[in-house]
């Protein structure tokens, strides 16, 4: 296995696909990763230099963490104020900032604020602690809403009561479509995202093709990965057509993973969710089917949330619709850096202020 991944980091084949990018460039081009994994591997193997003349590519919103909004924030961290409960979440979003504080603040002046890995671990501290209520913090797209679907379904097989979640998930497609549409930013083609498409496959991208006639490639992480899916839609640029392609066909499946999906509609029904950057996208949010209402965090507990104030100077919103780069940001690096983020695209491993902060 370790030597069939070395070849996704061969030199040689890296070379031939750059030549095959460079053969293929159309001369102009803006190319959107709107994975934030992508994001991270383009930057740590410096991909974004080695693109011929013309051909720019841009960051998009595919970190999960920097496109929850700050009312969602500041949600969440009423809900930690709300007297015997235990917030349960992903470690990036302990730091991220709300408009007057964030969870790591809270558990700071005595909240029990907890990491877990995944919402089964939420679970289980619901089931070690039944005199309390554990609320799971349920950010991310497509690729982590299928174990929440799952967690949820235990939760009511067991009677457990005092379990329940905050759901701010998000779906891919809809932003997607929300970026192309915005005038300021001409996207050529999308690197398609590699994990989100393992679960929802090719398919809910056609429209980018039909629709607008905008190619994308789904591809993989690797440099040999993220360099075959440029290459794919350089030809695809160079022969004037527009399809979604599977460049990462060892871990996508034109279909995706229908046993995920299932899981994800027999609890969640989709909804308008607000998107850091991009606000209100009807269709590309999740709520909590009826069946499954009694675990929605919010309607449990009825937290008081405090007015939602957007931090002073931070560009995180034009980040992540692609129209600025983290480095044209004023206060990048003089202000906001990964010890005082100002706002959420410096704090998340994922987000691209972090990666340029990193690698450039």
């Not at 410096?46 to 700050?70: E, F």
């Not at 797209?141 to 967690?151: G, M, N, S």
């Not at 090719?202 to 190619?215: N, Q, S, T, V």
């Not at 675990?295 to 449990?300: N, P």
């Amino acid at each position: 296995m370790e030597e069939e991944l070395a070849r996704f980091k061969d030199p040689v084949l890296a070379r031939r696909m750059l030549d095959a990018i460079a053969a293929f460039s159309p001369g102009e081009a803006v190319l959107m990763e709107v994975c934030g994994t992508h994001t991270v591997s383009i930057a740590r193997s410096g991909i974004r230099d080695l693109m011929p003349a013309g051909v720019r590519l841009a960051s998009g919103p595919g970190c999960p963490v920097c496109v929850t909004s700050n009312s969602d924030i500041d949600t969440v961290i009423a809900l930690a104020r709300v007297p015997e409960v235990i917030i349960a979440t992903f470690g990036d979003m302990t730091r991220v900032p709300g408009s007057t504080s964030s969870l790591l603040k809270e558990q700071a002046d005595g909240r029990d604020i907890r990491i877990v890995y995944s919402p089964l671990d939420a679970l289980r501290i619901a089931q070690d602690n039944p005199g309390r209520e554990v609320v799971f913090v349920g950010v991310g797209f497509e690729t982590t809403t299928p174990l929440v679907a799952i967690a949820v379904k235990r939760a009511l097989e067991e009677g457990l009561e005092n379990f329940s979640v905050f759901a701010a998930h998000k779906n891919m497609p809809g932003a997607i479509e929300a970026i192309i549409a915005d005038p300021k930013l001409k996207v050529s083609a999308l690197i398609l995202p590699g994990h989100v498409s393992t679960i929802i496959g090719a398919e809910p991208y056609r429209f980018l093709a039909e629709k607008y006639g905008i190619p994308g490639v789904i591809t993989g992480f690797e440099p040999v990965d993220m360099l075959q899916g440029i290459a794919m839609i350089m030809r695809q640029l160079h022969e004037g057509r527009a399809a979604i392609e599977i460049a990462y066909a060892r871990g996508v499946m034109p279909e995706g993973n229908p046993v995920a999906k299932a899981a994800i509609d027999e609890v969640f029904d989709t909804c308008t969710a607000t998107w850091r950057g991009l606000g209100p996208i009807e269709g590309s949010g999740y709520r909590l089917r009826e069946r499954y209402a009694g675990f929605d965090a919010v309607s449990k507990l009825r937290p008081q949330v405090e007015q939602t104030r957007e931090p002073k100077g931070c560009r995180c919103g034009d980040i992540l619709r692609g129209i600025m780069r983290p480095d044209e940001c004023p206060l990048f690096r003089r202000v906001c850096t990964p010890e005082n983020p100002v706002g959420p695209c410096m704090v998340s491993s994922e987000g691209s202020c972090a990666a340029y902060f990193r690698y450039y």
